[in-house]
């Protein structure tokens, strides 16, 4: 099968290699799933730069969607030749979705509506659980507001859909850029922050006369704690699943003050209880075609290199697929 792998780690140029690998055998309890696209994500640019190999060759990327094509043993032979959406492909894993065919347990492949494409589906695993799990952990969003730092990012947009039909009653997000506030207006924030040259506690405090915010959906906790006091309501949450920097520091004595709370949690290590949950209600949207998919540009295998370096360059507005 055709394949993209690294040994070391390093800039995608010198270590990402294309090439022919044997195709896998699924063992007890997985699938073999041929790949139709690959989600590139940020923690995947990230490992293969600076995470070190587990192993001696590593498959790249977690997310993927394709078509179940054999089947171990103890899992239905019905399941052959059904679409599925993957997580945690490359997680823990060696053998990541950058290759023709990937072998994985099987609650991993999870039924792809006829109404999602392969690319669509390949975005699934980190970015729409990632944003789905941060508007229904410890708690729910009815009625409240919601701040989504990066709304115009792979998480963020979901996030803001998420928002939207989980019932908040208004929907904040940071931007960057006047294209971005004009993508996550149409994806349906209700009110956008340009980051870089507004005041966001400011505008935070204007726009809830001077309450904050009921949650923030966070991507840098690092970059935006200092935000935190002011911007969220009496007992209100930050959902933290992201950080530019190892360590986040909050100002104590206004966040006691307020009863502000903030949960941290990565999408790879989600309880099963949880995992079920999130997965299901996903799906429950999909099949009621009610999200959409911002999939900002689309690279044959063969230009992987490329698709690593887009992410890494910050200069997509939504998610990098691999196609085969």
Known sequence: MKAAWYERNGPAREVLTLGELDNPVPREGEVCVQVKASGVNPSDVKGRANRPPIASRITPHSDGAGVITSVGPGVPESRIGERVWLWNGQWKRAAGTAAEYIALPSEQAVELPDTTSFEEGACLGIPALTALRALTIDGAVLGQTVLVTGGAGAVGAYA????????AARVITTISSDAKAQIAKDLGADDVIN??????????????????????????????????????????????????????????????????????????????????????????????????????????????????????????????????
């Not at 803001?160 to 989980?166: D, K, P, S, T, V």
């Open 160 to 167: 803001i859909q998420f928002a939207r039909l989980l019932g």
């Open 195 to 324: 980051y870089r040259n507004e005041d966001v506690v400011a505008r935070v405090q204007a726009l809830t006369d001077g309450r904050g915010v009921n949650r923030i959906v966070e991507v840098d906790a690092a970059a935006n704690a200092a935000l935190y006091p002011a911007a969220l309501a009496r007992d209100g949450i930050g959902a933290i699943y992201g950080s530019g920097k190892p360590q986040v520091q909050f100002n104590f004595l206004p966040m006691i003050q307020s009863g502000a709370a903030v949960r941290f949690f990565i999408v790879y290590e989600l309880s099963p209880a949880a995992r079920a949950e999130t997965v299901s209600a996903l799906n429950g949207y999909l099949r009621a075609g009610t999200l959409k998919h911002n999939v900002a540009e689309r690279f044959p295998i063969e230009r992987i290199v490329e698709a690593h370096e887009a992410v890494e360059s910050g200069r997509l507005t939504g998610n990098a697929v691999v196609t085969f």
